[in-house]
């Protein structure tokens, strides 16, 4: 009987959980969360940068493009680092593949990293890709498909402010019978 009720609370927590996780948006739309500020954020100097990026790369069946690079105060979303730490802000890189070879193709770009000019690599925001609405989402994509949205990069509020430039590296494992790989390096400049 006290195995029926403690899965019974187990579920219940679980259920609970499942009901305050939401998925947000990131881009340069409105938000789905709330957009409330505390005092203390309020003082806060608003930080938002964006640039329009033109790479565009064709390899082996898949043709990479980013377009556009931004960075935004996120701190009303709940995002939480790679740390298991509070995510104020992001630096959003916006990208897609499209994969034209016989077979499905690969990337991880959220596994990817951003250097900055200082030399300081900063790793791309995991989950990221299941609890953001329009993030990149990682993984297969099938021959004839195309793969869109956001890759997440947490950012600390001094690095938000001083972002002028940087790299964006990542790599797509083309669908060709070679399985052949294309690192990249995309620069940022804002």
Known sequence: MKKI?????CLLLILA????????????????ASQTESSSKASKEKIHKQTKLDFTNTAAGQTTKV????????SDLNLID?????????LLIHMSVSNKAKDEATTYPSQGH???EDGTQIDGLMGAD????DAFKDGEIASGATKSGYVLFPLKEKQAKQFKKGAFKFDVIAGDEM???KNYSVAIQF
């Open 5 to 9: 009720v403690g899965l019974s609370i």
């Open 17 to 32: 959980l499942a009901a305050c996780t939401e998925d947000v948006t990131v881009g340069s739309g409105a938000s789905s």
């Open 67 to 74: 377009d556009s690079a931004e960075i935004k105060q996120v």
């Open 82 to 90: 790679n740390e298991m730490d509070q995510v104020d802000f992001v």
């Open 114 to 116: 951003v250097v900055l």
């Open 130 to 133: 299941v609890t953001v609405d």
């Open 179 to 181: 399985l052949t790989q």
